[in-house]
């Protein structure tokens, strides 16, 4: 496999099998997690083409046939519109799932890889306490008259 650029200066990476390999295994005390995102990701996107799918039955099925008849019971529409409403919460609550294990596990693979490599840079969103700003200090300048 050749090498692969990773940035615009020209950087290559020496032997990406070998890296992504050594990202692995960061990753293999989250598996479970990774696991479960991928569940979730793939609850997520057949939620959304149900829904979709069902939105069109919807008009087809419930909204053409009660025009066409003057009904006025809206039972079965009620229905059919909370069962579409069940599919697409569970495709939020899937994503939101699946987000909220990425940037939880994720972080702590970032900082066990952080601290095994650099320990002695400091990255600034795990440095700072929650709140606090840093800016890089600067001299005053003085308006002149």
Not at 98 to 103: E, H, K, N
Request: aromatic share 8%; net charge positive.
């Amino acid at each position: 496999m050749p090498p692969m650029k990773f940035s615009k200066d020209g950087r290559k990476a020496k032997d990406p099998k070998k890296t992504l390999l050594r990202l692995l295994g960061y990753m293999k005390h989250y598996i479970p997690n990774l696991l479960a995102v991928l569940v979730c990701i793939v609850v997520a996107a057949i939620a959304s083409t149900r829904g979709s799918e069902n939105i069109g039955n919807l008009v087809d099925d419930y909204i053409l046939p009660m025009v066409e008849s003057g009904s006025k019971d809206f039972a079965p529409l009620v229905k059919y519109l909370l069962g579409i409403a069940a599919v697409f919460g569970c495709g939020m609550l899937a994503s939101f799932l699946q987000q909220f294990l990425m940037v939880t596990g994720m972080d702590t693979v970032h900082l066990r890889v952080r601290t095994h490599h650099r320990s002695g840079f400091p990255l600034l969103n795990r440095d700072l306490k929650t709140g606090q700003i840093q800016f890089p200090q600067r001299p005053l300048i003085h308006n002149r008259v």
